[in-house]
């Protein structure tokens, strides 16, 4: 089962605008991550948001959570060259212990 | 350094014959989890484990096993491979299951 889903599939921007991607779930959830990969590598850890926080920060990056949505945004501002990769969210499952991640947001920044 | 480091990175192999896919961490994480990345499809977790000798299927686990008898190694076993199985594959551990992930740099599998 796909628990978060991200929006839109692919987004292309100006160097210099801002990004924002969104990523759904459908289940109660103890914590929500991003994750970004470039081009068939390993995954990195970006931001991790708790199911009672609503806002987080890290340098560029902006997460929102909306529990009674059941949703998140990953805002990333000032995008650069070097931003240009894929982006997923992660879940957890508060019935097991599964992480569930989602399809991915391929971002392309143009120069 | 703090590592997640995965063997073999490339792997090319035949339908039926049993392969052997390591991964180690030297975190003293004591989650670990492994996923196949196909295009499209985002990651989808094999299998998890929450400590030494805990062990549970994700979503994909049919044609996969695990073991976990030391807290610091999760091989994935591939029993009789099939084409369907190839794929990109990246082992992953954390903390728990409520801390961010560090993934290994991958291994693709092609099953011929």
């Known amino acids: 089962s796909q628990q978060g889903e991200e929006d839109p599939q692919a987004l292309s921007i100006q160097e210099g605008e801002n990004a924002t991607m969104n990523c759904s779930y459908k289940?109660?959830?103890?914590?929500l991550q991003w994750y970004r990969q470039n081009s068939g590598r390993g995954l990195v850890h970006l931001i991790l948001?708790?199911?009672?926080?609503r806002e987080k920060h890290s340098g560029r990056l902006r997460v929102t959570l909306d529990t009674s949505k059941k949703s998140s945004s990953l805002l990333i501002t000032a995008s650069r060259a070097a931003d240009t990769a894929s982006y997923f969210c992660?879940?957890?499952?508060?019935?097991?212990?599964?992480?569930?991640f989602g399809k991915g947001t391929r971002l392309h920044i143009l120069p | 350094e703090a590592q997640v480091t995965q063997n073999p990175r490339y792997l090319i192999t035949v339908t039926g014959k049993k392969l052997t896919v390591t991964c180690s961490q030297n975190?003293?994480?004591?989650?670990m989890s492994w996923y196949r990345q196909d295009p499209g499809l985002g990651l989808r977790q094999i299998y998890y484990?929450?400590?030494?000798?805990?062990?549970d299927k994700g979503d994909v686990p049919e044609g996969y096993k695990v073991s976990r008898k030391e807290k610091r190694n999760f091989p994935l076993i591939l029993e009789s491979p099939s084409p369907n199985q190839t794929s990109l594959y990246f082992c992953?551990?954390?903390?728990?299951?409520?801390?961010?992930?560090?993934f290994g740099p991958g291994t693709r599998l092609t099953v011929l």
């Open positions: 484990s929450m400590n030494v000798e805990v062990t």
């Open positions: 992953a551990s954390s903390l728990d299951l409520y801390n961010e992930q560090f």
């Open positions: 948001i708790r199911s009672n926080e």
């Open positions: 975190m003293n994480h004591e989650y």
């Open positions: 289940t109660s959830i103890n914590n």
């Open positions: 992660a879940t957890d499952e508060n019935r097991d212990d599964k992480i569930i």
